[in-house]
């Protein structure tokens, strides 16, 4: 079983290996591209600094994504039900996605001051969109057969919802979440950038931008690298899930 | 019967899909070679027409505003062009150290702090600089006039936000004030955060944001870094140790036309602030002539009369490297006459 | 001709289809003006070409759809309000339409659940509806477990449990192979011969209509009116072999030149 991590494994090495060998041929000087082993070095001495920063970006992170995916599937439930609804509403629902960072990040501080809140907002708008298309999509394409057979014996709307267009819609939902979990870890890292606490160094954000201002590119990369890891954990936490709840059923996880 | 009806039917079938297939296959090739075709001329050309417009650019390193002002006094009055000098003048986001971009080539001149200089040189980026435009450093942190703060260590015994980059100047501060009660996060250009509320403080340039949060109606309130102990030169124009010894004469030119151009400004600045105002937006015209105004103390002082617009003394390198070396921002002080090229003693040719 | 009896006891509904006018969005007329009499307890099929609004004719009675012009009245007795009679309705389709996500019992307890039954009192009439169609040992499995026949036969099942006094079949066997075919029409008429409710079974098939019904009605192409209606006349027991029966074939050669005759 353990087999089928190779593959990837070993992309992942052979491109150590190469970006190693380029920058040691190359002689590029260390403040332009830092080699992995610099990097590794890096995350090993700043251990202790870096970890509570993966911490405070793995809590945002997490309420983040948490909140895409609640806020997320109510807002596609919602606009399954109404036809009016979901043409005035969905239009802008790509909005969330299309919002730059930057300009709403001062905004959220004038509203909720600084601290945790402001980042997990963050998080939350850049991921949720994934999780409404996808959601969205599933909840419609509902097999019609199903839906006559519901009405036939009476099934109330919520009933409907709950035990067939909610279940049949699983696997997008799941879809949308995947997407959503690397979305989170990118917009809580961007919001670190200018809301992050400097001193304790709240988040992954905090310590990219410092290092980078520093003119210290390999510590900066020990940063990105943790949050890339976040990213994947969280992916293939969804992944496992997703694995749990479809395996009886679909043939995705067949 | 059955079986031998089954055997016979799916060749003749198939080469009809491999032969349709081949033909496709032979559609998408070729238009993959007009595409390469087009996608090699295309780069041919563009390469061709970089050769001829070979400029050297100079990176500032903020949006057009007065602390660049005697650079694009010098673009729009000639003193570029008078030297036989093609100048483009950029200027950078948030991002990449200049200095950065100077080391690897993607920028022949461009705008840096003196520490920023120092701490590339320690890295082994052969950087030097060549004009100091700010014999004072405009570096400050603004905060809100009616908490009423009677310096820089207010601020940071007090609760309250200071929003700045993790600059040496910052790691100086925390040095004099260890155990900062005010929470210190990250910083994003613009002073809106600052006029919504109160107890928020931001780092900015005593030329740039108090006058703009002022325009706004807010109550900015100034404190100066140098007055705090930390002054290094400020938007020193830098280039490559290679690029000294390798086009002195240049070099040369370039420094006495900025020299040209600051003088200009300073005894006029409308004309390059009309320049900057189209190209940056956020700044009125009436706040280009304050800052250009308020600036002139830390740019022309005893000094400069003395020797001259963007004068660097080895002392006061000498002395920044003690500093950061005491920050523990370097290991070892370099030697100041490596960080900095006085031009007037270039060989003339 | 042999009279088709129906008991006092018996617990289908009858179905009375007047002038009935359906049209669709894209401005399709599916029927005009069909008038249909369906006896309680009744085996009825109905034939037709592609687009002859059969599958339209059944949903009508379903309640999914609803008429231009037209009524259609379900009863057993004048006295019985249409609403009440509905709800011992079922409805198979042509593929089985089973939930993936659940396991064949809690599929075929669905419409009970609908119903609003507890859970308690709807395990033993699914476990009961899962036996009469022999699947007894695979309550457990998933849809996906199963094969095309099992599944309808779940399907099936699904459609028996609320013990309908309507059944509605929209050509549930086209899509399976001819020997599973003959079985489930097989089991079909005899869980009809234990229940004898009403059943309106639409197919494309004269030899499946012929096999499982007391009366078959061919429509014509559309708008579909009816061009013939044709009591069976075979024995109320029927089995597989009755089709290579000489009777068998005159039947179905009646519907056919019926189905001819519609075409043109």
């Given amino acids: ?254 | 019967m059955r079986s031998i009806t089954v055997a016979w039917a799916p060749r003749p079938r198939k080469s009809a899909i491999a032969r349709a297939g081949r033909s496709c296959h032979k559609q998408s090739l070729a238009i993959l070679k007009c595409l390469l075709l087009g996608v090699l001329l295309s780069a041919c050309l563009s390469g061709c027409h970089r050769d001829e417009h070979q400029a050297t650019t100079i990176t500032l390193d903020w949006k057009p505003e007065p602390e660049f002002g005697g650079f694009y006094q010098a673009q729009v009055s000639g003193a570029f062009k008078n030297r036989g000098l093609d100048i483009e003048l950029k200027s950078a986001g948030a991002g990449a150290p200049t200095w950065q971009l100077v080391a690897s080539g993607q920028t022949e001149f461009a705008t840096a702090a003196a520490d920023e200089v120092l701490i590339a040189r320690a890295k082994g980026a052969d950087v030097v600089a060549v004009f100091a435009v700010y014999q004072t450093s405009p570096q400050g942190i603004m905060v809100h006039r009616s908490r009423g703060f009677s310096s820089i260590g207010d601020l940071f015994t007090h609760p309250g936000i200071l929003a700045a980059e993790d600059s040496t100047w910052l790691k100086y501060l925390l040095g004099k004030y260890p155990a900062p009660i005010v929470t210190i996060t990250g910083y994003s250009s613009g002073v809106t955060v600052f006029l919504a509320k109160h107890d928020y403080s931001q780092q900015c340039f005593v030329t740039s944001e108090p006058l703009l949060a002022a325009r706004e109606g807010g109550d900015p309130q100034t404190f100066l870094i140098a007055d705090a102990g930390y002054n290094p030169y400020t938007t020193v124009l830098i280039t490559r140790g290679e690029t000294v010894r390798n086009h002195p004469q240049k070099v040369k030119q370039v420094v006495e036309a900025c020299r040209e151009g600051w003088r200009k400004y300073l005894d006029d600045p409308s004309a390059a602030n009309a320049v900057m105002a189209k190209l940056n937006t956020e700044m009125d015209a009436k706040t280009f002539e304050l800052a250009a105004a308020a600036q002139k103390p830390l740019i022309e002082t005893e000094e400069t009369r003395k020797s001259g617009l963007g004068v660097m003394t080895s002392q006061r390198w000498t002395q920044l490297a003690k500093q950061l070396v005491d920050l523990k921002v370097l290991v070892m002080a370099p030697s100041a006459e490596n960080c900095f090229v006085d031009v007037d003693k270039l060989p003339a040719n | 001709m042999q009279e088709i009896v129906t008991s006092p006891h018996a617990t289908g509904v009858g179905i009375e289809v007047r002038g009935v006018r359906r049209v669709f969005d894209s401005g399709v007329i599916a029927l005009d003006g069909l008038s249909l009499n369906i006896h309680p307890g009744e085996f009825i099929a109905i034939l037709g070409p592609s687009g002859c609004g059969k599958s339209t004719l059944l949903r009508l009675i379903a309640g999914l759809d609803k008429p231009q012009s037209g009524s259609i009245t379900i009863a057993d007795d004048p006295d019985t309000p249409a609403t009440k009679a509905r709800e011992h309705l079922a409805y198979v389709f042509q593929d089985a339409h089973l939930l993936p996500w659940r396991s064949v019992l809690d599929n075929v307890a669905l419409p009970l659940e609908l119903l609003g039954i507890q859970r308690g009192q709807r395990l033993a009439p699914s476990r009961q509806a899962i036996e009469r169609v022999g699947l007894s040992d695979a309550v457990d499995r998933y849809p996906n477990q199963l094969s095309g026949g099992m599944r309808m036969r779940v399907s099936l099942a699904r459609a028996m449990v609320t013990q309908p006094r309507l059944l509605l079949l929209d050509e549930p066997f086209a899509a399976l192979d001819e020997i599973t075919r003959q079985r489930l029409d097989e089991q079909l008429r005899e869980l009809w011969l234990a229940a004898r409710m009403t059943v309106v079974f639409v197919t494309h098939s004269t030899a499946e209509a012929v096999f499982l019904a007391d009366r078959a009605v061919v429509l014509s192409k559309r708008p579909g009116q009816i061009i013939a209606d044709h009591t069976i006349e075979l024995p109320p027991n029927r089995a597989g072999p009755i089709r290579a029966t000489p009777e068998f074939a005159r039947q179905t050669r009646v519907l056919y030149e019926a189905l001819d005759r519609g075409q043109t």
């Fill in chain 1, 1 to 254: 079983m353990l087999w089928r991590y190779v593959p990837p494994i070993a992309v992942f090495v052979a491109v150590l290996i190469a970006w190693q060998a380029y920058a040691v041929i190359t002689g590029a000087p260390a403040y332009l591209l830092p080699k992995p082993l610099a990097v590794l070095r890096s995350l090993v001495a700043d251990r202790d600094n870096l970890l509570s920063s993966l911490g405070w970006t793995a809590l945002a992170a997490l309420g983040g994504f948490a909140a895409s995916a609640l806020i997320g599937v109510s807002i596609a439930v919602l606009l399954s039900t109404s036809t009016i609804l979901r043409r005035a509403f969905y239009p802008y629902t790509v909005f969330f996605q299309t919002v730059p960072i930057i300009a709403i990040a001062p905004m959220l501080v004038i509203l909720m001051g600084f601290g945790i809140l402001p980042v997990v907002v963050c998080a939350f708008i850049v991921s949720v969109f994934p999780v409404i298309a996808n959601t969205l999509t599933g909840l419609l394409s509902t097999d019609p057969a199903l839906v006559d057979l519901f009405r036939l014996y009476g099934a109330r709307p919520v009933a409907a919802m709950w035990k067939l267009r909610l279940p049949s819609a699983l696997p997008n939902i799941f879809t949308g979440l995947r997407i959503s979990a690397g979305l989170a870890v990118i917009g809580t890292v961007v919001a670190e950038f200018f809301v992050g606490e400097i001193v304790r160094g709240e988040g992954l954000g905090v310590r990219i931008v410092s290092a980078t201002k520093q003119g210290e590119p390999d510590l900066a990369f020990a940063a990105v690298l943790l949050a890339s890891l976040l990213g994947l954990t969280m992916f293939g936490a969804v992944n496992l899930i997703s694995h749990f709840a479809l395996r009886r059923w679909h043939a995705s996880e067949q």
